[in-house]
Nanobody, 127 residues
Framework: QLQLVESGGGLVQPGGSLRLSCAPS????????IGWFRQAPGKGREGVSC????????FYERSVVGRFTISRDNANNTVYLQMRSLKPEDTAVYYC????????????????????WGQGTQVTVSS
């Protein structure tokens, strides 16, 4: 079964930084677009960022522009989400997801377009 494993979450003070990692289990990420999503208590799953398999297409949700950076390291078969200047409203469970789209220059910020998911990692921003 194809799965993803997220890590790197935790408790951080406002203004702090975290780096989330997303690694596959049972496959390589080379030909998959990757999306990062988050879900806060009582809210729906929100697309935060995504990166195409070609690395050329990247999307950021408006509230994280300039603070979050998505990257992929094919050599280590891992995708990262570097989060800086964290705010309390960033508190959520963060999920990564993968899908093999027809175009290697495409990634999606909608959850329904992804087939493979991780179990999530909790990010809490609080003083």
């Amino acid at each position: 079964q194809l799965q993803l494993v997220e890590s790197g979450g935790g408790l951080v003070q406002p203004g702090g930084s975290l780096r989330l990692s997303c690694a596959p289990s049972g496959f390589t990420l080379d030909y998959y677009a990757i999306g990062w999503f988050r879900q806060a208590p009582g809210k729906g799953r929100e697309g935060v960022s995504c990166i195409s398999s070609s690395h050329d297409s990247i999307f950021y949700e408006r509230s994280v522009v300039g603070r979050f950076t998505i990257s992929r390291d094919n050599a280590n078969n891992t995708v990262y989400l570097q989060m800086r200047s964290l705010k309390p409203e960033d508190t959520a469970v963060y999920y990564c997801a993968a899908n093999h789209f027809n175009s290697n220059d495409y990634c999606a910020a909608t959850a329904r377009e992804y087939d493979i998911w991780g179990q999530g990692t909790q990010v809490t921003v609080s003083s």
